[in-house]
């Protein structure tokens, strides 16, 4: 089984811009999970989709948002972006249980927020 | 909220050396706890997940060991080898509220 394929794997972009990464989950596999990893706050839970409708959310800014489709994918989208936005943002897909569920991770997509 | 440590932060250890790795939280209510391993530059696999009605799980050469009560996790690993260096994470699961809570890793070098 193909595993949790992101894009783009590299993104720069520069402060008030708006941005959206892409994630494919494993086949058959329909909550997708995105998280944000940074040097100084580790990893965090952004929010969790499940059958196209947001199941779950953490504490983030309401700059942050996501979307599932109907096939599973998902897609998060970052407006007026900041500086400390600059992170890896992973996306991870699991069963029925999203979080509580074994999470299996895509390689990530690194924003660099210029 | 639920805070979650690991300790040491880095550790460096000749290979086949038997090391184990710590992890505790504040919040003893978890659903469950969950080890993965990060390579520079990836994402995050997973190692083991115990549920909260377990003591342990084991994976090959990994033991992981959960006391909800003390608030700790242990991740064994035993015959150390070079290709286990990596970042090592723990992730806990809380009864209240829906979020995955995680540590800020052990980075693991196992020198030849």
């Known amino acids: 089984k193909a595993g949790v394929t992101q894009t783009p794997r590299y993104l720069i972009k520069t402060r008030g811009q708006q941005v959206t990464l892409s994630c494919s989950p494993i086949s058959g596999h329909r909550s997708v999970s995105w998280y944000q990893q940074t040097p100084g706050q580790g990893l965090q839970f952004l929010f969790e989709?499940?059958?196209?409708?947001?199941?779950n959310k953490g504490n983030f800014p309401g700059r942050f948002s996501g979307r599932q489709f109907s096939n599973s994918r998902s897609e998060m989208n970052v407006s007026t972006l900041e500086l400390g936005d600059s992170a890896l943002y992973l996306c991870?897909?699991?069963?029925?249980?999203?979080?509580?569920?074994?999470?299996?991770f895509g390689p990530g997509t690194r924003l660099t927020v210029l | 909220k639920q805070e979650v440590t690991q300790i040491p932060a880095a550790l460096s250890v000749p290979e086949g050396e038997n090391l184990v790795l710590n992890c505790s939280f504040t919040d003893s209510a978890i659903y469950n706890l969950q080890w993965f391993r990060q390579d520079p530059g990836k994402g995050l696999t997973s190692l083991l997940l115990i549920q909260s009605s377990q003591r342990e799980q084991t994976s090959g050469r990994l033991n992981a060991s959960l006391d909800k009560s003390s608030g700790r996790s242990t991740l064994y690993i035993a015959a150390s080898q070079p290709g286990d260096s990596a970042t090592y994470l723990c992730a806990v699961n809380s009864n209240s509220g829906y979020a995955l809570n995680f540590g800020k890793g052990t980075s693991l070098l196992v020198t030849p």
């Open positions: 989709y499940f059958s196209e409708t947001q199941r």
């Open positions: 991870a897909s699991s069963l029925g249980q999203g979080i509580r569920d074994t999470q299996y």
